[in-house]
């Protein structure tokens, strides 16, 4: 009886933890890409914002967009490209690297 409250306990515990990295929108990335990211590439990163359109941005998640490695993406958002700021005094390197998986995993879904 007692044994089978503690099996049932462990596998949901199990599950919950193997659930979370499967939702990408609730990842470090994805919270730092709402919180700094939306107003100009929009909240699936499309683009389709007024400042976006007016700036003419890229679909981060276009095949285009996605063959720069993360290297080159991590220069730009660290350094900006205008009129995109430059994020380096504002993320830390992880951060950034967060963001940038969150992207990936954007890209992939396409
Ligand atoms: C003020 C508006 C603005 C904000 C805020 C902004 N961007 Fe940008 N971003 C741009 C513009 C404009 C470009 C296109 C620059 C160019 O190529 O001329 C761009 C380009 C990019 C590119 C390259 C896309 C391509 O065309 O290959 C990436 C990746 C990117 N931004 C990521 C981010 C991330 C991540 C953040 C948040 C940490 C962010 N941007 C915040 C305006 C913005």
């Not at 730092?32 to 914002?49: E, K, P, Q, Y």
Request: aromatic share 8%.
């Amino acid at each position: 009886m007692w044994s089978s409250i503690g099996t049932i306990a462990i596998s949901g515990i199990m599950l919950t933890a193997f659930a979370l990295p499967l939702r990408a929108e609730d990842s470090p990335g994805a919270v730092l890409f709402r919180s700094n990211c939306v107003i100009c590439h929009g909240g699936d990163a499309s683009g389709n914002t007024a400042l976006g359109k007016k700036y003419k941005v890229r679909d981060l998640k276009s095949a285009e967009a996605q063959k720069a490695t993360d290297a080159e993406w991590f220069d730009l958002i660290s350094k900006g490209k205008k009129p995109m700021p430059a994020f380096a005094g504002r993320l830390k390197d992880d951060q950034i690297h967060d963001v940038i998986s969150y992207l990936r995993e954007l890209g992939k879904k396409q």
